[in-house]
């Protein structure tokens, strides 16, 4: 089954620390984005990559570092340049017109 | 900035009855729109896409999109409970994707 796969589904980042979240999709999708989610709020873009080795910052990228080696893989670091990471964090493929599709998130707690 | 504004809500409806959803967005060259649905704790999964000016039917769900107003709203017909989600407008520009903040919708039986 075609689909985004998401690594891990909780992760807890200590103070200070640069955590990854892995995104890899099987879906031969060209378009990858990543999202921020806070409780009661919209989707916020971090970062957005149309092809191999080419990526483009979103609204919020501060903080927040990516590379897209692979078409199918855009993972996500969460540097510790980033003060308040704790969020749902949604990477999704895009096809057909701009439609997204989702994978089904990390959700990343700062101790 | 592009902006999408949505109605916060939270809305209430009953069992059977015509959910409205509103949409409003900023950036005027914007050509793709969008509705999620996002079950809580869920990621969002697509109902309705439109493209051009007018209404875009799909079973319970009516899509519909002025462009002169930059004005987007859904329409969820016969509301069942398995309706109560958070519906997310978003819209394309050239190639990033914007969303609103999301309206939760309760259909009580």
């Known amino acids: 089954d075609g689909g985004i796969t998401q690594s891990p589904k909780y992760l807890f980042r200590k103070e200070g620390q640069n955590v990854t979240l892995s995104c890899e999709q099987n879906?031969?999708?060209?378009?990858m984005y990543w999202y921020r989610q806070d409780p009661g709020q919209g989707l916020r873009l971090i970062y957005y990559?149309?092809?191999?080795?080419?990526?483009q910052k979103g609204d919020i990228a501060e903080g927040y570092s990516v590379s897209r080696e692979k078409k199918e893989s855009f993972p996500l670091t969460v540097t510790s340049a980033q003060k308040n990471p704790t969020a749902f964090y949604l990477c999704?493929?895009?096809?057909?017109?701009?439609?997204?599709?989702f994978g089904p998130g990390t959700r990343l707690t700062v101790l | 900035q592009k902006e999408v504004e949505q109605n916060s809500g939270p809305l209430s409806v009953p069992e059977g009855a015509i959910a409205s959803l509103n949409c409003t967005y900023s950036?005027?060259?914007?050509?793709?729109f969008f509705w999620y649905r996002q079950y809580s704790g869920k990621s969002p999964e697509l109902i309705m896409s439109?493209?051009?000016?007018g209404d875009k039917e799909d079973g319970r769900f009516t899509a519909q999109l002025n462009k002169a107003s930059q004005y987007v709203s859904l329409l969820i017909r016969d509301s069942q409970p398995s309706d109560s989600a958070t519906y997310l407008c978003?819209?394309?520009?050239?190639?990033?994707?914007?969303f609103g903040a999301g309206t939760r919708l309760t259909v009580k039986p």
């Open positions: 439109i493209y051009s000016n």
């Open positions: 999704a493929s895009t096809y057909n017109e701009g439609r997204q599709f």
């Open positions: 978003a819209v394309k520009g050239d190639n990033d994707m914007r």
């Open positions: 950036d005027r060259v914007s050509q793709s």
């Open positions: 879906l031969n999708h060209d378009a």
């Open positions: 990559s149309q092809i191999v080795n080419d990526f």
